[in-house]
T-cell receptor, first 114, second 115 residues
């Protein structure tokens, strides 16, 4: 069975600092990987996705993630945090993609300090 | 294009009452998912449909929960009778059933409070 772990339920960074949110998955074959963001009182929005093309994936709002098969990781980064990045971030894995059950990680709450 | 539409956005009810949550997926999408989100348990998949057919309902917590998808543009999640521990935010998501990727698109959620 697939699983997703996100190290750190809460991460705090200063405005302008590097954002690094960690995601590791367990899967017998490389899955499709996704990062979603949830702003307060809203639904989840797709930030970016890895679908076996380029291993470095660029998403919206300046975020990017790198798929590393050897480390079974898909960490999310942003060079410079903005106050508006404060939200909950979820990593998700899917065996094939559409119409399949996603397995979501527990989420990481990002706080951005002024 | 309209995204996933959920109604109501907020629901407050008393224990024992029936609650019906509604979802309209994105037009053309043929997979639909119901999730529940709480502080304690995070995001949980309750059930999902492909082409209006329930594929996996193993996440439905009890027989008090039921979900239907009578057509490609409408789904309901019903709780009868409701209990205070059902209080949560319920999300509906839809996607396009195909071999390659196919991210899920989420609705704004229904915040349910059972008193």
């Amino acid at each position: 069975a697939q699983s997703v772990t996100q190290l750190g339920s809460h991460v705090s960074v200063s405005e302008g600092a590097l954002v690094l949110l960690r995601c590791n998955y367990s899967s017998s074959v490389p899955p499709y990987l996704f990062w979603y963001v949830q702003y307060p009182n809203q639904g989840l929005q797709l930030l970016l996705k890895y679908t076996s093309a380029a291993t470095l994936v660029k998403g919206i709002n300046g975020f990017e993630a790198e798929f590393k098969k050897s480390e079974t990781s898909f960490h999310l980064t942003k060079p410079s945090a903005h106050m508006s990045d404060a939200a909950e971030y979820f990593c998700a894995v899917s065996p094939k993609g559409g119409g399949q059950n996603f397995v979501f990680g527990p989420g990481t709450r990002l706080s951005v300090l002024p | 294009d309209a995204g996933v539409i959920q109604s109501p956005r907020h629901e407050v009810t008393e224990m024992g009452q029936e609650v019906t949550l509604r979802c309209k997926p994105i037009s053309g999408h043929n997979s639909l998912f119901w999730y529940r989100q709480t502080m304690m348990r995070g995001l949980e998949l309750l059930i999902y449909f492909n082409n209006n057919v329930p594929i996996d309902d193993s996440g439905m917590p009890e027989d008090r929960f039921s979900a239907k998808m009578p057509n490609a543009s409408f789904s309901t999640l019903k709780i009868q009778p409701s209990e205070p521990r059902d209080s949560a935010v319920y999300f509906c998501a839809s996607s396009l059933l195909r071999r390659e990727h196919g991210e899920q698109f989420f609705g704004p959620g229904t915040r349910l409070t059972v008193l």
